[in-house]
């Protein structure tokens, strides 16, 4: 027997006292009963907590004059393991590489935040939010417009309390 | 105070069939919010509280969703029963609240009025019958829907039912031995005049009553008949909609009124403990609160705020048995089939039946002696079944009954096994080292 093996003996059915038995289980209800701690969030007057680790819907973030910052290098699309990004990149005359179709399918995302993670320029990221409910499946596919206006905060990949990470 | 002249009870009678039916049906609405809400509780959440006020209109929801739900009826029923079965068991238990005693008379200008929607001279006997009625329903709803587990369902239910009525009337027998009468307003009588509630003297009884009722109604632990983790649904499977509704709806009314009957025949109905002022009863023609100590009755001193009042003892009483039923449901797992038969026939029914032997030879002997009804007779009854229910708790307490059949004697052959090594040969066969015990 491995030396950390932890041999939990049963009691004989013959010993055990099973009306104490669901005496204890009765009392520990009783407890849970008049408990006022209760998990539930009564969700659309309270929001729980998100993490700033957290990773949900996409945002693109944007220059001081509504360009976004993506420079189409193709990073996310290949990165991504989902295959839920598309992107087609273009060049305008003085030689920038922009976006011209920017889609994320976020039926398709795992959020795992590594287009976050891969982009060179911190353009596309994953953010704290996970309010994206729709009434249509369509509007689950994410365009640049759409990715650029989300306002919800980004998500951080690393926790910035603790020194190991990043 | 006169007699109800004919009209006037005709009247009173009609009101309070409308009153209680009206007071069942709401109440039975609002224990299905209650049990959702207790279970939440236990279980750390919340519960539905968004319909109404502490959600509140949650059953107007509930009854609502229902009544626009499709009625499915599955092409190989046998409709006339599937539609039967609902019926037959919502309506034995609403009836049966009409022999229940809920409050002190009310004295009307037109004469006294009890509260009680039919004092009928069977009282208990009628409620014991109708009871035992409900199983059809049950039965006919899980043989009807021609689904195996509807089927299974209504066969569990079936045995259940039939085993457990058995120790739920012996256990009534010994109310009855020492009320000496059949009606429940003379119960909640001698209990306010023994001046103790008849689950101290009575104490065994009274344990093996709430066993045999929690069987009786298919809670937990003993709802065999549904059982969801192991049957879908049991035998309401196959219902839908209104039809479905109908059966959890038999079952809280069941509920409802075996909480009542715990009250009315243990813990002295309406009667309100400490304070003989309330205790009255109909004797030859008068409403009389006791006897003096010449043995000539007291006329009682009726009065509408001590209905009130008596009604209210009523209603605290009756609501920690639902209470009680649901904080249990919510504690305790489901037993097993066998083990549920085993308690019913080979603990329950023989320790009633020793049991009302006990009371028997105590109350005659007491009354040879000829101790006089009252306190002293009770407090030495309530020592002889102290006596008795400490016996049947320690028989049953060390798991000898409520464990697995033969489940110590399995586990001793397996213990041995291992120590010596090899496989362990046991009455029941041959088997390794007894894991599949």
Known sequence: MPPKVKVVRRPEPERTSYLRATLKGMALTFRHLVNPNKVTIQYPEERPVLSPRWRGTHRMEVHADGRPKCVACGLCPTVCPANCIRLVGGEDDQGNRYPVVYEIDEFRCIFCGMCQEVCPVEAIHVGVDYENAEYTRDRFVYDLDRLMEQDHPTALLWDPSDPRSE | ?437
Not at chain 2, 48 to 57: D, M, T, Y
Not at chain 2, 166 to 188: D, F, H, P, R, Y
Request: hydrophobic share 55%; glycine share 10%.
């Open chain 2, 1 to 437: 105070m006169q007699e109800l002249s004919q009209t006037a009870f005709l009247v009173a009678a009609t009101l309070k069939v409308l009153a209680v039916f009206a007071g069942v049906m709401g109440v039975v609405a609002l224990l299905t919010l209650l049990e959702r809400r207790i279970a939440a509780f236990i279980q750390d959440r919340l519960g539905p509280n968004r319909v109404g006020p502490f959600g509140i209109l949650q059953p107007v929801a509930d009854g609502l969703k229902n009544f626009l739900k499709e009625e499915t009826m599955p092409a190989t029923a046998a409709q006339p029963y599937f539609l039967l079965g609902p019926l037959l068991s919502l309506v034995p238990a609403l009836v049966t609240f009409a022999v229940i005693p809920f409050a002190s008379p009310l004295p009307t200008p037109w004469g006294v009025v009890d509260m009680i929607v039919a004092d009928v001279p069977i009282g208990i006997l009628y409620i014991l019958a109708l009871s035992s009625l409900a199983v059809y329903g049950v039965v006919m709803g899980g043989w009807a829907s021609n689904n195996k587990y509807s089927f299974l369902g209504g066969l569990r239910a079936s045995a259940q039912m039939v085993s457990y009525e058995v120790a739920l009337g012996l256990s009534v027998v010994v109310v009855l031995i020492v009320a000496g009468n059949v009606t429940l307003t003379e119960m909640v009588w001698r209990q306010q005049q023994m001046g103790l509630w008849f689950a101290f003297p009575l104490s065994l009884a009274f344990i093996l009553f709430v066993i045999s009722a929690f069987a009786e109604t298919n809670r937990l632990p003993f709802d065999m008949p549904e059982a969801e983790s192991e049957l879908v649904g049991g035998f309401h499977t196959e219902y839908s909609g209104m039809k479905y509704a109908m059966y959890p709806m038999a079952e809280y009314a069941h509920m409802l009124t075996s909480s009542a009957l715990m009250a009315t025949l243990f813990f002295g109905g309406w009667d309100i403990p400490f304070w003989r002022g309330d205790d009255a009863f109909r004797h030859e023609g008068i409403w009389i609160q006791g006897f003096d100590g010449e043995g000539s009755p007291v006329p009682a001193v009726l009065a509408w705020w001590k209905t009130i009042l008596t009604f209210g003892s009523f209603a605290v009483k009756t609501s920690f048995f639902i209470l009680l039923y649901m904080w249990v449901r919510w504690t305790v797992p489901r037993f097993r089939y066998d083990q549920i038969m085993q308690l019913g026939w080979k603990v329950l029914l023989p320790t009633a039946l020793a049991y009302v032997m006990v009371v028997a030879v105590t109350v005659l002997s007491l009354d040879t002696v000829g101790v006089p009804y009252g306190f002293v007779w009770g407090a030495i009854l309530t020592m002889v079944s102290a006596l008795c229910t400490a016996v049947f708790l320690w028989v049953v307490d060390r798991g000898r009954i409520l464990s697995g059949a033969a489940y110590g004697l399995r586990e001793r052959y397996r213990i041995q096994a291992r120590t010596l090594g090899r496989e362990a040969v046991t009455p029941f066969g041959v088997g390794g080292s007894g894991t599949t015990a």
